[in-house]
T-cell receptor, first 109, second 114 residues
Framework: KNEVEQSPQNLTAQEGEFITINCSYSVGISALHWLQQHPGGGIVSLFMLSSGKKKHGRLIATINIQEKHSSLHITASHPRDSAVYICAVRSSTGNQFYFGTGTSLTVIP | DGGITQSPKYLFRKEGQNVTLSCEQNLNHDAMYWYRQDPGQGLRLIYYSQIVNDFQKGDIAEGYSVSREKKESFPLTVTSAQKNPTAFYLC?????????????FGPGTRLTVL
């Protein structure tokens, strides 16, 4: 069983749609990260959260510590948002890092 | 321009050879990390380092070795003891304590062992 589960695994959306990607985790955490990986393999850190909500442009990330759940929202999606989105957590009990397998997003013009 | 670089982008080696992957950052970050990515799997931590001359094993350190002789450099050696070395390798760095801050990733090195 993975410590971090993401859903859906694959997502196709029409340009302009509102998108939600979910992440559930089973361990106590000190921080949760959302990462974006483009087809070439490069990874960009989008957010680091330990509570509440963060917004950056069209991207919003929320976390509910009690429910061990986080969501990444993309408003007004665009084809350039097409990428793999990865949820990762750092455990609160040591230097353990756990990564989800990613959600592959394709936004069609 | 500040950033983190990995070289080469693609690397081919024969089975049984050791190979060293380069990772350099000029962000003045304290912490550095090496991850491995395989198709259909999440990233897995190989080694991490908080400061110069200090490094710790991650989840899958067997068959790998690292060094941290300079703050800006964290090379990874894939030894012949690593049973399945073909993978995509990513280096990252962050300020402050390991895992507590945003990580900046390099472009990755795709290693293929023939």
């Amino acid at each position: 069983k993975n410590e971090v589960e993401q859903s859906p695994q694959n997502l196709t959306a029409q340009e302009g749609e509102f998108i939600t990607i979910n992440c559930s985790y089973s361990v106590g955490i000190s921080a949760l990260h959302w990462l974006q990986q483009h087809p070439g393999g490069g990874i960009v850190s989008l957010f680091m959260l330990s509570s509440g909500k963060k917004k950056h442009g069209r991207l919003i990330a929320t976390i509910n510590i009690q429910e061990k759940h986080s969501s990444l929202h993309i408003t007004a999606s665009h084809p350039r948002d097409s990428a793999v989105y990865i949820c990762a957590v750092r455990s609160s009990t040591g230097n353990q890092f756990y990564f989800g397998t990613g959600t592959s997003l394709t936004v069609i013009p | 321009d500040g950033g983190i670089t990995q070289s080469p982008k693609y690397l081919f080696r024969k089975e049984g050879q050791n190979v060293t992957l380069s990772c350099e950052q000029n962000l003045n970050h304290d912490a550095m990390y090496w991850y491995r990515q395989d198709p259909g799997q999440g990233l897995r931590l190989i080694y991490y380092s908080q400061i110069v001359n200090d490094f710790q094993k991650g989840d899958i350190a067997e068959g790998y070795s690292v060094s941290r002789e300079k703050k800006e450099s964290f090379p990874l050696t894939v030894t012949s003891a690593q049973k399945n070395p073909t993978a995509f390798y990513l280096c990252a760095s962050s300020i402050g304590r390991v895992g507590y801050n945003e990580q900046f990733f390099g472009p990755g090195t795709r290693l293929t062992v023939l």
